[in-house]
């Protein structure tokens, strides 16, 4: 709730509901997902993000607002999970298309981690890793470095020769690496609000191949948060 560039991004309203109900509503489309839980901050700025939780019916886990490794590992170790799929509030278009596809894909090879983000081909946004709990359990001990423990599996994608890692690469042009389907500032949320605005009254369950094809046809909403660089995580 506290983010720098757009504070409280995760519960903007579009079409009348906050932004990440939106994104749970999609993830509840992913088949091979047991249960899903929102891992939040202590701070008293993010109750309202667990009572958006308690009303949805899913999970809600409250932890250090810095420390997001260890939020998310003991978020996993609450839930019983043995198998993470980590994606991040900000990304209410997240597609259950790609999200089931990278799962399959871990289960289907002896890995450590797989995810779409070590080679981007697939639109910011899209962003979907998974790994085992044991695997975040080993990069805490690991490391004490600030970063890491802000970006959850940094640790892991960066240390190859350690971890056996998978990349699921999207077959798409290459423009759409480029674009910007998360919510990280105010011309990000402006976009995503004219994507929900056009496709779901009429689509609710809209993927990311109609997202594609309606800037297709609109090209000159691409501009709105063209020119929104990405903050370095180191």
Same mark, same amino acid.
């Given at each position: 709730?506290?983010?720098?560039?757009?504070?409280?991004?995760?519960?903007?309203?579009?079409?009348?509901?906050?932004?990440?109900?939106?994104?749970?509503?999609?993830l509840? *489309?992913?088949?091979?997902? =047991?249960? !899903? $839980?929102i891992? +939040?901050?202590?701070?008293?700025?993010? #109750? @309202?993000?667990?009572?958006?939780?308690?009303?949805?019916?899913?999970?809600?886990?409250?932890?250090?607002?810095?420390?997001?490794?260890?939020?998310?590992?003991?978020?996993? *170790?609450?839930?019983?999970? =043995?198998? !993470? $799929?980590?994606? +991040?509030?900000?990304?209410?278009?997240? #597609? @259950?298309?790609?999200?089931?596809?990278?799962i399959?894909?871990?289960?289907?090879?002896?890995?450590?981690?797989?995810?779409?983000?070590?080679?981007?081909?697939?639109?910011?946004g899209?962003?979907?890793?998974?790994?085992?709990?044991?695997?975040?359990?080993?990069?805490?001990?690991?490391?004490?470095?600030?970063?890491d423990?802000?970006?959850?599996?940094?640790?892991i994608?960066?240390?190859?020769?350690?971890?056996?890692?998978?990349?699921?690469?999207?077959?798409?042009?290459?423009?759409?690496?480029?674009?910007?389907?998360?919510?990280?500032?105010?011309?990000?949320?402006?976009?995503?609000?004219?994507?929900?605005?056009?496709?779901?009254?009429?689509?609710?369950?809209?993927?990311?191949?109609d997202?594609?094809?309606f800037?297709?046809r609109?090209?000159?909403?691409?501009?709105?948060?063209?020119?929104?660089?990405?903050?370095?995580?180191?």
């Open positions: 709730m506290r983010s720098e560039r757009l504070p409280g991004k995760v519960l903007l309203p579009i079409l009348g509901r906050p932004n990440l109900e939106l994104m749970i509503e999609r509840r *489309r992913v088949p091979s997902i =047991d249960a !899903i $839980v891992a +939040t901050a202590y701070h008293s700025s993010c #109750d @309202p993000i667990a009572d958006l939780a308690e009303r949805l019916g899913v999970g809600c886990y409250r932890g250090s607002e810095n420390d997001v490794l260890d939020r998310v590992r003991k978020a996993a *170790r609450w839930a019983g999970a =043995d198998l !993470i $799929v980590e994606t +991040t509030g900000d990304c209410p278009l997240i #597609d @259950p298309q790609t999200t089931g596809r990278i399959d894909t871990f289960l289907s090879h002896e890995v450590d981690y797989c995810s779409n983000i070590i080679e981007r081909t697939y639109p910011r899209m962003d979907v890793q998974v790994f085992p709990l044991s695997v975040l359990e080993e990069v805490a001990r690991s490391t004490t470095d600030p970063a423990h802000e970006h959850v599996s940094l640790y994608y960066e240390h190859p020769a350690r971890f056996r890692l998978m990349n699921v690469a999207s077959g798409l042009g290459s423009e759409a690496a480029t674009l910007r389907l998360t919510v990280d500032t105010p011309e990000d949320f402006r976009l995503v609000r004219r994507v929900y605005e056009e496709l779901y009254p009429r689509m609710p369950d809209f993927g990311l191949t997202i594609l094809a800037l297709e609109r090209p000159e909403l691409r501009e709105i948060n063209r020119g929104v660089q990405q903050k370095k995580v180191r």
